[in-house]
């Protein structure tokens, strides 16, 4: 039963994650189209940038998984991570005590 509400949730976060995804897709090009006016002068967008393409491939494996049905896993310790984490954090990779070994 546990499991089943699991997987209910996990639909939830996928249309989260999907949503995530084309807003950072959309963003990175805004981002992108700014640099390329500020001829690659403009620092603080060349770091959100860089931000921005790791939140993508974050959601893009988070999506990845969640297809191959072994979303929700820690990445190292193969522990869940409890769905009030990945409400938060879709494309969690690590539950909590696991992160703290993965700083971002
Ligand atoms: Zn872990």
């Known amino acids: 039963m546990l499991t089943d509400h699991r997987t209910a949730q996990f639909a939830a976060l996928g249309e989260q994650l999907e949503e995530q995804y084309w807003l950072y897709t959309e963003e990175l090009t805004i981002l992108t189209e700014r640099l390329r006016d500020a001829a690659g002068e403009d620092t603080v967008t060349m770091a959100t940038i860089a931000g921005c393409r790791r939140m993508l491939a974050d959601t893009a494996r988070a999506l990845r998984h969640l297809a191959e049905g072994r979303y ?16 938060i ?13 993965h700083p971002n």
């Open 72 to 87: 929700g896993s820690c990445e190292t310790c193969q522990d869940a991570i409890p769905i009030a984490r990945l409400e």
């Open 89 to 101: 954090l879709p494309q969690a990779r690590f539950c909590t005590r696991c992160q703290r070994d």
